[in-house]
């Protein structure tokens, strides 16, 4: 594996020994311990489009194990806005670091800078494409609430047609024998090149519109946000959106290990009631972006997690 | 007796290309595909939805004193992959080449996605297409990995 780029660049395996690297690199990421395994080397962040959590969590991630960061800065007043080419940027970031993360609004722009480069890519998101990071601390967060990956039932809701976490999370959750329930507007349906796909991998996938009426059967319910700006108008919006926020009381009937998770931030779909319910796990998976980042910088630089870190019992 | 006819219906070419076993109604697609549709120096013939023991009905074009390379006729595969060409030396068959597309379709179309990394005509990494599945012929980007629409694919020709 030379970088990360959708999912297919990792096995069942990989995953598995790298939720297991995070896991035990704890309390490295709470700081609880210093552990500087990538003393000496750099991450390039190139964010070509706005980021809160995948940047920072790639940059505490990097100073957490001893390293060090370089910033693209804002689009605005680099390079890229004089035209320059993404291949000329990535040679160039290339010769200044050891690792890249980026995030770019065209898609497939991830695989296109592994093609540039000769250090590895860690995709932070390309257009609607994929966001593998992001799964790899969805699925963390899923193990750490279930104590596995395998058969359980996802609830995927909202926008599942331009949300990006949600299209690497489905491709994984397959490969480990999850049923997948698709709850959206019609006008957010999961590509049906998706669905298709995921279908030929034998996965078992439900569409439907009602996100409530099927709580009671999930294991995890994984919420996203829907934009305003995908519908003609705000009228429509609120038609439509208000069907997919959850409440405190829409959990009546939930199974009580279920999780709710959400690549945040979110605007309303989840309620500040849910936040204080036992399902409410997206603050903890928004801090997992450190540990499972810091897990897949460790394994793309080629460098060993520790079996024993000592400082804390994970 | 039937494919004789046909070949007849036209006359035969002393020197040149044939491709043969062409989709019925595909062969001004297969011009466009190999840039012959504006090409004014060479004489083309055409012959549309003639009968085929093999197919039911064919086109067939022949290309005068012309070779095609064999990387030219691979871009046929794109919609015609079943066709047949012989390479015409003297009124002979002098060779005959079977259409490849292999694994990959690279540098001869660009991707449909019109959110493609690719869009940027000043990037210079390759054009990949992906051969997925053969029959039918099914194409993924490389990069965006997008499934990419056949029709709409003739008009990005590189």
């Known amino acids: 594996m030379k970088g990360l780029i959708t ?3 990792l096995t069942n395996d990989d995953i598995h ?6 896991e035990r690199l704890l309390p490295v990421a709470r700081g609880e311990t210093y552990l500087p395994l990538l003393q000496g080397k750099i991450l390039g962040n190139l964010f070509f489009e706005p980021s809160t959590r995948t940047r920072m969590s790639f940059e505490t991630a990097m100073k957490r194990l001893g390293g060090d960061v370089v910033n693209l800065g804002d689009v ?13 940027t990535i040679q160039m970031v290339d010769g200044y670091t050891d690792i890249i993360a980026m995030r770019h609004p065209r898609q497939g722009a991830a695989r296109y800078a592994q093609d540039a480069a000769r250090v590895p890519i860690l995709n932070g998101g390309d257009g609607a494409g994929h966001h593998p990071t992001q799964t790899m601390l969805d699925l963390f967060t899923i193990q750490q609430s279930h104590g596995t990956l395998e058969g359980l039932t996802v609830i995927l809701a909202g926008d599942l047609r331009y949300g990006r976490t949600v299209h690497s999370l489905s491709h994984a959750l397959v490969r480990f024998g999850c049923r997948l329930i698709f709850a959206s507007p019609e006008l957010l349906r999961m590509p049906a090149e998706i669905v298709e796909d995921l279908r030929e991998h034998g996965a078992d996938v439900t569409e439907t519109e009602d996100l409530l009426g099927n709580i009671n059967q999930a294991d995890v ?3 996203t946000r829907i934009q305003k700006e995908r519908f003609a108008d705000e009228d429509e919006y609120a038609k439509v959106a208000g069907a997919y926020k959850l409440h405190a009381r829409d959990l009546d009937n939930a199974k009580s290990e279920m999780v709710i998770l959400h690549p945040l931030p979110r605007v309303d779909e989840i309620h500040p009631s849910v936040d204080s319910t036992r399902h409410a796990r997206y603050f903890e998976q928004a801090f ?5 980042r810091m897990a897949l910088l460790c394994r793309l630089l080629n460098i060993e997690v520790p079996a024993e870190i000592a400082g804390g019992d994970a | 007796m039937a494919d004789e006819h046909n070949m007849r219906r036209v006359t035969a070419i002393k020197n040149g290309t044939v491709i043969d076993h062409i989709p019925s109604g595909q062969a001004l697609k297969v011009l466009e595909l190999l840039s012959l549709s504006g ?3 060479v004489p083309v013939s055409l012959v549309m939805n003639v009968p085929s023991k093999k197919m039911g009905s064919k086109d067939i074009i022949k290309v005068e004193d012309r070779e095609l390379t064999q990387s030219e006729l691979d871009r046929l595969a794109l919609v015609a992959p079943d066709s047949s060409i012989a390479i015409i030396r003297a009124y002979s068959v002098a060779e005959k080449l079977n259409v ?4 990959e379709v690279r540098n001869v179309v660009r991707c449909t996605f019109s ?12 054009h990949r297409l992906r051969v997925t599945k053969t029959d039918p012929l099914t194409l993924r980007c490389h990069y965006c990995q997008r499934p990419q629409d056949l029709d709409e694919l003739i008009h990005n020709l590189l």
């Open chain 1, 7 to 9: 999912m297919d660049d």
């Open chain 1, 17 to 22: 020994s790298i939720l297991a690297d995070a």
């Open chain 1, 76 to 88: 605005k007043t680099s390079s890229v806005v004089k035209g320059e080419t993404l291949f000329d």
């Open chain 1, 221 to 223: 319910v994984y919420m």
């Open chain 1, 288 to 292: 997992n972006g450190v540990v499972a």
């Open chain 2, 39 to 41: 090409d004014t120096s």
């Open chain 2, 100 to 103: 490849n597309l292999g694994e």
């Open chain 2, 115 to 126: 959110n493609c990394i690719t869009q940027n005509p000043r990037e210079p990494l390759p």
